[in-house]
């Protein structure tokens, strides 16, 4: 009977703790919209403002957004809590949290902007693809000023609503879905905003090696994921309560995260025609950082489904075949880069979503 009672004691203060968060997400995207539409009147007064394009509704929509979401993040951080810290539950000291998470609770501010820049990237470049969308089915239609405050306030405060719900779950898990969907919107918008849409007939680093606003996001996504994967690798890889024998192992996935995290950001800092044995060797390490990764990871991560290992062997054999389509002239060098992409950040993606689930148990 006790055992029951303290269930329901749980689940109730589980509910008002969830009823209390969406209240405050409420409250911080209500101000958001006000500021947008505050913000925005000035610039939308007496004008006619076209969907998308140069000096049209979403891109400021998106700016802004992108600004406040920011702000957003941050504030979800500070969310009954003493410090800016990436992850972790609703304790306000390290000392209250369960052992299990307690790694989780120091400060970590450097963590907490990347991701929190992470958010605000994803708030821009997803109102801005949703513009290019609109105007493509509304040709030549404007917007007038009134209407265009309001709807910019709108996707201001559902931003700044989600960002703050997202920040204040933040965990491994949920992290793993904001890496994939801000690596995929950065590398779309880049391909879609190309200045020459015939980029694919050389490779995949060609996005990067222009002055336009394309490169300039491919090579910030690649900078700003890279830089998330290395902020979250002592997170991924806990050493709380692990016992002394996988130690070393974990600490060597650690390692080759970090690796990989900074390598991916090398390549967006070093565009091929800034330094091509920079780029080229940043690349070429990154993949050899996550083959040492698959093979290490099962004594790190023992409890682990074997599926998960199985996936890893699997996205290495799809690595190497690719690698030989390349150089027996069968693939262009775009589609063996995208096929190793798409593999790494998918292996990734499921691995964060592993040591989040095993972290839990």
Wanted: proline share 4%; with cysteine; glycine share 10%.
């Amino acid at each position: 009977m006790t055992g029951v009672r303290q269930r329901s004691t749980e689940r109730v203060a589980a509910r008002a703790a969830a009823l209390d968060l969406e209240g405050a997400a409420i409250v911080v995207g209500a101000a958001a919209l006000v500021v947008g539409a505050i913000v925005s009147l000035p610039f939308f007064w007496g004008r006619s403002l076209p969907i998308a394009g140069p000096g049209s509704l979403s891109q400021f929509a998106a700016l802004t957004a992108g600004v406040v979401g920011i702000a957003a993040y941050v504030v979800a951080r500070l969310w009954h809590r003493d410090a800016l810290t990436p992850f972790g539950g609703r304790a306000d000291r390290p000392s209250e949290a369960p052992a299990a998470r307690r790694s989780l609770t120091g400060p970590a501010l450097f963590d907490t902007v990347v991701i929190a820049l992470a958010h605000g990237i994803i708030a821009v470049l997803g109102w801005l693809v949703l513009g290019a969308i609109l105007a493509d089915g509304f040709q030549d239609a404007t917007v007038y000023a009134v209407s265009a405050t309001v709807l910019a306030g709108v996707a201001v405060g559902f931003s700044a609503y989600v960002i703050f719900l997202s920040g204040a779950r933040m965990d491994l898990m949920r992290l793993s879905t904001v890496l994939a969907v801000f690596a995929a919107f950065g590398i779309l918008a880049a391909m879609l905003s190309a200045p020459d849409p015939h980029w694919w007939e050389y490779h995949l680093s060609a996005l990067g090696m222009t002055k336009s606003v394309s490169s300039l996001t491919f090579n910030l996504t690649l900078i700003v994921a890279g830089l998330m994967m290395a902020a979250i690798a002592r997170y991924a890889t806990d050493l709380t309560g692990v016992d002394p024998a996988v130690r070393p192992a974990r600490m060597r996935v650690r390692v080759c995260l970090i690796l990989i995290g900074l390598l991916l950001a090398g390549v967006g800092l070093f565009p091929l025609n800034v330094s091509q044995i920079l780029h080229n060797g940043s690349a070429v390490g990154m993949l050899v950082a996550f083959s040492l990764l698959v093979f290490w990871v099962r004594r790190a991560l023992p409890e682990a489904p074997r599926s998960f290992f199985l996936l890893g062997y699997v996205l290495f054999g799809v690595i190497v075949l690719a690698a030989v389509f390349f150089v027996t002239g069968y693939y262009v060098l775009t589609a063996t880069e995208l096929i190793a992409g798409v593999a790494v950040f998918a292996w990734l993606t499921v691995f964060l979503r592993v040591s989040g689930a095993a972290a839990r148990g």
